[in-house]
């Protein structure tokens, strides 16, 4: 059991621990801790098989926990991953698609256990955002159009000149 007052519990059919490794693969800052087994039979797990495993995601402290297919994750939920550079954006979403994901848009993919991901660009994230409206809403309608994040078209769309009215 973690210390920290507040963890993010994630909702897995059978395989958290196959969850977290992978993430522990991708993701700087993250790591796998303690798998727990059931201490008695229940409708996901029998007595003794794995049912919880303490992980570490990009430093967010997580527990997944094997719960049979009762729940299913959902985009209600997901992690943003703030990326420097295309090459990062690129590495992260091609290891969560490439590895039985799916694309979705707007930067958000889902790995292969349902949890979703928006791989974020810091430029995204600021210039959308920006002060100049007309700017942030060039870069806004150039995403809304994109599945993975193309730093290069966001930056000629929020460098474009605004359209006359």
């Known amino acids: 059991m973690s210390s920290n007052k507040a963890v993010v519990c994630l909702w897995y059919e059978s395989d958290a621990a196959s969850a977290a490794r992978f993430y522990a ?7 796998v801790g303690k798998v727990h087994a059931s201490p008695s039979d229940n409708p996901s797990a029998k007595e ?16 997944g926990l094997n719960g049979g297919s009762y729940f299913k994750q ?13 090459e990062e954006t690129d590495r992260y ?12 848009m707007c930067g958000w993919c889902k790995d292969k256990w349902g949890v979703s991901w928006q791989i974020t ?9 920006d002060s100049d409206k007309g700017r942030a809403k060039r870069v806004f309608e150039a995403m809304m159009k994109m599945k993975k994040i193309d730093i290069a078209a966001l930056k000629a769309a929020a460098d474009a000149a605004p359209a006359e009215a």
């Open 121 to 129: 660009p810091r430029f995204l994230a600021e210039a959308s955002t």
């Open 48 to 63: 003794g098989e794995p049912l919880t495993v303490d992980f570490t995601v990009l430093g967010i402290p997580c527990l």
């Open 93 to 104: 979403w091609n290891a969560i698609v490439g590895n039985g994901g799916q694309e979705s």
């Open 25 to 31: 693969e991708t993701f700087p800052n993250s790591s």
């Open 74 to 86: 959902s985009e209600a939920f997901s992690f943003q991953v703030i990326t420097e550079d295309q």
